[in-house]
């Protein structure tokens, strides 16, 4: 069955400073990689997806993200964090096309100082 | 862009109401969902459809019904609200016909229900 972990509950950065934020997913196959961005009282906007193909995908807000086979990770990466990027991230697997729906992980929590 | 509505935002209602949680889509999507999310967890599906007529229940147990009666439309419904019912519902739509295959679903801002 598939799951994902997103081992860091909270994470706190200062403006400017880079980002990287955890996923590992559990899925027999090659799968579908999302990650979505969550403001607060807002519903899942999408930041970027992974289907095949190129191992490093390019996303909305300069973000990106790249697929380790090999560590079954999926992590988002950011050089430079803006104040606008405080919010709860995502990182959700689907099985392949016709699959009833995405598996979650519990969200990262990512602050951002000034 | 997406678009895809949800109402009401905020519901704050009773014991024993009935109550309706609103989802439209204007892209033409085929499937669409809706998901239970609590604060610091995941999300957990509930109900989905794959089209007109088309319900299926989800991962997570829900007293919650739903229909799709239209395309566009996919409501859920609560016939007693109670408040272990408390909660975000967040509603989403996907178009499996898209080159590339996968489903990218594309979420609503949610509804975020409390029951008295």
């Known amino acids: 069955a598939q799951s994902v972990t997103q081992p860091d509950i909270h994470i706190t950065v200062s403006e400017g400073a880079s980002l990287e934020l955890r996923c590992n997913y559990s899925y027999g196959a090659t799968p579908y990689l999302f990650w979505y961005v969550q403001s607060p009282g807002q519903g899942l906007q999408l930041l970027l997806k992974y289907f095949s193909g190129d191992t490093l995908v390019q996303g909305i807000k300069g973000f990106e993200a790249e697929f380790k086979r090999s560590q079954s990770s999926f992590n988002l990466r950011k050089p430079s964090v803006h104040w606008s990027d405080a919010a709860e991230y995502f990182c959700?697997?689907?099985?392949?096309?016709?699959?009833?729906?995405?598996?979650f992980g519990t969200g990262t929590r990512l602050t951002v100082i000034p | 862009e997406a678009d895809i509505y949800q109402t009401p935002r905020y519901l704050v209602i009773g014991t024993g109401k009935k109550i309706t949680l609103e989802c439209s889509q204007t892209m033409g999507h085929d499937k669409m969902y809706w998901y239970q999310q609590d604060p610091g967890m995941e999300l957990h599906l509930i109900h989905y459809?794959?089209?007109?007529?088309?319900?299926e229940k989800g991962d997570l147990s829900s007293e919650s019904t739903v229909s799709r009666i239209r395309t566009e439309h996919f409501p859920l419904t609560l016939e007693s609200a109670r408040p272990s019912h408390t909660s975000q519902y967040l509603c989403a739509s996907s178009d499996a016909r898209l080159a590339g295959g996968g489903d990218t679903q594309y979420f609503g801002p949610g509804t975020r229900l409390t029951v008295l």
């Open positions: 459809s794959y089209g007109v007529n088309s319900t």
């Open positions: 959700a697997v689907g099985a392949v096309a016709g699959a009833n729906n995405l598996f």
